[in-house]
């Protein structure tokens, strides 16, 4: 039992290259997230999908996509990065409840 | 706007000494507050979650306490384990999504 897993740990990009992150869980969770945390800021939510098939904008989705591949997988795509996109990015999922299991990050750079 | 500030930033005690950790929010409509422990390096852990005024969750030295305005996580004879930071977040009546507060980095010297 893995609980949530993302790919790949760290990362480092020049202004405009493209990325995906992936996010997997083996909880049987309806509902995933994509979040970014900053210093001294509180997470912020990019995406989330409430269940296979929806997705929905969270507070901050600009520059970012995602696919939620199936009950299991749900990834982040940036098209174009740029250096305000440099960040800590955490995926994770729930029953729908608050309850969340977080993945160990993502941490990226954009030069 | 729905908002939660936790206070303060950063917390240094000695091993044993007891304290708490303040957060505090502003939400129509409470549909739940949650605790996480943050490790260096890792993705939030989950501690509790609160309902409803009056509520109290209790985990070894930790426990949570909830009121209509706030929630504490008080710790008792802490020990150098538990340094983390401490996130706290709601979740409202119409809204799905769950806001955040900045965080308690707390330090446990022994």
Redesign the interface.
């Given at each position: 039992n893995a609980g949530v897993t993302q790919t790949p740990k760290f990362q480092v990009l020049k202004t405009g290259q493209s990325m995906t992150l992936q996010c997997a869980q083996d909880m049987n969770h309806n509902s995933m997230y994509w979040y970014r945390q900053d210093p001294g800021m509180g997470l912020r939510l990019i995406y989330y999908s409430a269940s296979e098939g929806t997705t929905d904008k969270g507070e901050v989705p600009n520059g970012y996509n995602v696919s939620r591949l199936n009950k299991r997988e749900f990834s982040l795509r940036l098209e174009s990065a740029a250096p305000s996109q440099t960040s800590v990015y955490f995926c994770a999922s729930s029953d729908g409840g608050g309850r969340g299991v977080f993945g160990p990050g993502t941490r990226l750079t954009v030069l | 706007e729905d908002q939660?500030t936790q206070s303060p930033e950063a917390l240094r005690l000695q091993e044993g000494e007891s304290s708490s950790l303040n957060c505090s929010y502003t939400v129509s409509g409470l549909?739940?507050l949650?605790w996480y422990r943050q490790d260096p390096?890792?993705?939030?852990?989950?501690l509790f979650?609160l309902y409803s005024a009056g509520e109290e969750k209790e985990k070894e030295r930790l426990k949570a306490t909830l009121t209509k305005k706030e929630s504490f996580l008080h710790i008792t004879a802490p020990k150098p384990e538990d340094s983390a930071t401490y996130?706290c977040?709601v979740?409202a009546d119409s809204n799905?999504?769950?806001?955040?507060?900045?965080?308690t980095k707390l330090i446990i010297k022994p």
């Open positions: - | 939660v549909r739940g949650f390096g890792k993705g939030p852990e989950f979650t996130l977040a979740q799905y999504q769950l806001i955040w507060g900045a965080g």
